[in-house]
């Protein structure tokens, strides 16, 4: 894997007046030569994601990233370069910008603080892109994938 600038994990400018910034982390790891990817299903809607939250003043997108990954999956590991891109939400009147980080896993929890809101399941790296079709994270998942990959 090609390894990137590390990035500080910046964001770009943004015109709206309430705004916020999240961290999310593409888990991955290698299993006998092939590609796997955890996702976890959101807590309300149950649909398959990645785990992201906001990235608290003081803290930085990698360091959210990985905090997020062993809260919501219970999964550790490195953050791989700097964010592989962005994309952006709104909820609730907020407009959240996401920064997304690779995270290459190098331990799983058998028990981890969300199991008992989130489901976590590894997946090809083409079932993972089936599953996030259609969502926002989509497109920035797809290009984490290529940079994997090289």
């Given amino acids: 894997m090609k390894k990137r600038d590390s990035g500080a994990?910046?964001?770009?400018?943004h015109p709206a007046r309430e705004t916020a910034q999240q961290a999310a982390a593409i888990l991955f790891r290698h299993v006998d030569g092939e590609?796997?990817?955890?996702?976890?299903?959101?807590?309300?809607?149950?649909?398959?994601?990645?785990?992201?939250?906001?990235?608290?003043?003081?803290?930085?997108?990698?360091?959210?990233?990985?905090?997020?990954?062993?809260?919501?999956?219970?999964?550790?590991?490195?953050?791989?370069?700097?964010?592989?891109?962005?994309?952006?939400?709104?909820?609730?009147?907020?407009?959240?910008?996401?920064?997304?980080n690779l995270l290459q896993v190098e331990q799983i929890d058998a028990e981890w603080e969300?199991?008992?809101?989130?489901?976590?399941?590894?997946v090809t790296a083409d079932v993972a892109t089936t599953l996030l079709e259609g969502r926002p994270v989509a497109a920035v998942f797809r290009r984490g994938l290529q940079q994997i990959a090289t």
Avoid at 9 to 13: D, L, Y
Wanted: charged share 20%; hydrophobic share 35%.
């Fill in 9 to 13: 994990g910046t964001f770009p400018p």
């Fill in 35 to 100: 590609l796997n990817i955890c996702l976890i299903t959101t807590m309300t809607a149950r649909r398959w994601s990645i785990p992201k939250g906001l990235i608290e003043t003081g803290h930085t997108a990698a360091g959210t990233a990985r905090k997020e990954a062993r809260e919501e999956a219970g999964v550790h590991g490195r953050v791989v370069g700097g964010p592989v891109g962005y994309y952006g939400i709104t909820k609730a009147g907020i407009r959240y910008t996401v920064a997304i």
């Fill in 114 to 122: 969300e199991q008992d809101v989130r489901d976590r399941q590894w």
